[in-house]
């Protein structure tokens, strides 16, 4: 949990439930935050939301993967599944940064991100 106050405007989150940008860190930043995933899957067939990096010298690298679930479906059956983890992700004193979100085919998968930007 936060232990120090933090301003409004340093408070960064975002969500979806489609492939694309979570939120964007800019640039000389670092992001501090959880992350959660969601998914279910109701058919036969595999479920694997992730979330990554992108930018040029973002921190982790680009591409990185923050976090993934991976469920596998079965027939006449629903899966579901979710697991929150904490990120750090820093961007360069160049340029901005972002997390990514690729949904999960075959099923529903949502990501939340909620936490605070320090220089």
Do not use: K
């Amino acid at each position: 949990m936060l232990q120090q106050r933090i301003d409004a405007e340093l408070l960064l989150g975002g969500s979806r439930t489609s492939t694309g940008t979570i939120l964007t860190v800019p640039a000389g930043m670092q992001w501090n935050g959880s992350i959660q995933l969601t998914a279910s899957i109701a058919v036969g067939g595999t479920c694997a939301p992730v979330v990554t990096t992108a930018g040029t010298d973002v921190s982790p690298a680009a591409g990185s993967v923050v976090h993934r679930l991976s469920l596998s479906g079965l027939a006449l059956s629903t899966v579901s599944e979710a697991g929150t983890i904490e990120v750090q992700l820093r961007a360069p004193e160049g340029n901005d940064v972002t997390l990514e979100f690729t949904a999960g085919a075959n099923g529903t998968s949502t990501v939340v991100a909620n936490g605070y930007l320090t220089p």
